[in-house]
């Protein structure tokens, strides 16, 4: 292995699917280390050594270590502007490209979790202000154009469409045809098809694998 490999830390049908997909879309050589979330992998001393929260997704890079997704995504398309995903810095779109992603991580994110859990926080302490601003806010966004950024899918829409395609399944956000034709429009891609199929096959191993432990535990 070289020391700059690029090393996915990952398990199926996670937050980590997302940037196994960007990796696939951005031509990306990289290896991935399969870990097995049913069975306690993400809590292995090995792994905690390099994300003390053990959690995934996490990347390798050499020595440099990136978590939490919207850094990787944010990371990997620098990385690999040739892929024609990246707005660039001088590129008009940088700005918004930089701030959907913050708003995925700030906002949306702690928005949908604490929707979930029934946590409605004070809009001014918030620092989302409310859920409904948020999905109002991206809604608005995406009857805009095609993609995220207008007319061509970047980076911001393989994390965007991921993210709508897991919150839709849960009932996160109301699924208005702004929500599921975009997330349809991004999900039907190749990649990430072959990414949901490995992923589907690998879950039932790993479940397997847990399970069979457990029983001769
Ligand atoms: N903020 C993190 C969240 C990562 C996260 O929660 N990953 C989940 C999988 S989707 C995980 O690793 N869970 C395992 C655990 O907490 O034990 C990110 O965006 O990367």
New binding site residues.
Partial sequence: MSSDTLTLHY?P????STARVLLDELGAPYELDILN?HAGE??SPAFLAINP??????LTHGDTVV??????ALYLGDLFPQAGLTPMPGDPRRGAYLRWMTIY?ACF?PAVIDKAAGHVPSAVQSPYGTYEGVVDLLAGQLGKAAYLLGDEITVADIHWGAALHWTLMFNLVLDLPVFTDYTRRVTSRESFQKVFADDARLATEHEAAAGAAAAAS
């Avoid at 049908?13 to 980590?16: I, K, L, S, V």
């Avoid at 978590?67 to 990787?72: G, L, M, Q, R």
Wanted: aromatic share 0%; glycine share 4%; proline share 5%.
């Fill in positions: 398990a049908q996670t937050r980590a979330m993400l809590k929260l053990g959690k995934v997704p996490t978590t939490e997704s919207v850094a990787i991580a994110e």
